[in-house]
């Protein structure tokens, strides 16, 4: 998740994904991400003709979509996958980040839709499409080892949910136990 | 979870927890708090000499507080209580809420830690205590239905997480589904 060889835009749109994690979406100035992204200063309005509601939109989900590669790869790297396998998966990236970065950092979807879901923002519908497409490709992995389809879709809610609120859990107990006993609690539900 | 008859010290931070579940900590102002809660307009100073970072820790432990009573309210009005049963029953002050309400105010602690853990701020000190508080009253309920005291603590973490990520799928797809969902499928395995 490193900033290098990417856009102005592509900067800003990623400098907002973390900013957002750490300080929620209202407390995320467009000054701050033109900022840290190292961008042109009047190059903001150029870009993102629609203001603040367009750039945190398209950082909801570029997040979502690093949230669905990163479901992807799972197979690929597993000896034998299994669905208790991909939630260990998905935990790990934020045990990694944690442990390497500490407890700063949340989930943007998170965060965004903490501050914006009841300020009724127009980003309310990216906030829905991308945990939608988080949610289809954990879907889609399960059906891909063999799970029924509308189990699938029960258990990638189910996980999806359980991940969120782990994280957060984590990062107010400064501690990424809450990410191992859930791992841990779920796997014989979901192998079973 | 009305305002009525309280001093205007409790019912600014009554509006505070009110307030922070819709707009996040950071979209919350002091002024916005004395409004809503008809509180005299110098009486912040008064009361909450810390200033926000006082009212928002208040606020933070009254929501806890919150929940541990209603977490604690379910045996007693169960004719068979059972682990899941407390996990439905933990589900249902939330569609009741949505149901009633609509979807625009969230969980005050998840509000609350996605603005403020990454700005390390001191309110963090009650975030902490404020889940710790709400998983040990979950945490007491398993114990006193026979569930072994090191596995109740663990099933606590996976209740409070899964229930905290469903509240915030559910927001985002202005719709209770997500929450039914992960009490039919955590339902075997808090029973088991």
Do not use: N
Request: charged share 25%; with cysteine; proline share 5%.
């Amino acid at each position: 998740m490193t900033g290098e060889a990417r856009s102005p835009r592509e900067r800003m749109v990623y400098s907002t994904v973390q900013l957002v994690r750490a300080r929620g979406a209202t407390g995320t100035g467009v000054r701050d991400v033109v900022e840290h992204a190292g961008a042109p200063r009047g190059s903001f309005q150029h870009y993102f003709p629609g203001g603040k509601d367009q750039l945190v939109g398209e950082a909801v989900l570029w997040a979502a979509d690093y949230q669905v590669d990163w479901v992807r790869a799972y197979r690929a790297s597993a000896r034998k996958p299994t669905p208790a396998g991909l939630f260990a998966h998905m935990a790990r990236m934020w045990k990694q980040e944690f442990g390497t970065r500490g407890f700063d950092r949340g989930c943007p979807l998170m965060a965004a839709a903490a501050d914006l879901v009841g300020a009724d923002s127009v980003v309310s519908d990216q906030l829905r499409e991308g945990i939608e497409r988080w949610e289809a490709a954990v879907a889609g992995e399960l059906v891909a080892m063999a799970v029924p389809a509308r189990r699938a879709k029960r258990l990638a809610t189910l996980m999806i949910s359980t991940i969120e609120g782990a994280i957060m859990s984590a990062r107010l107990r400064g501690d990424v136990g809450p990410l191992t006993t859930v791992v841990a609690e779920l796997a014989p539900l979901l192998d079973g």
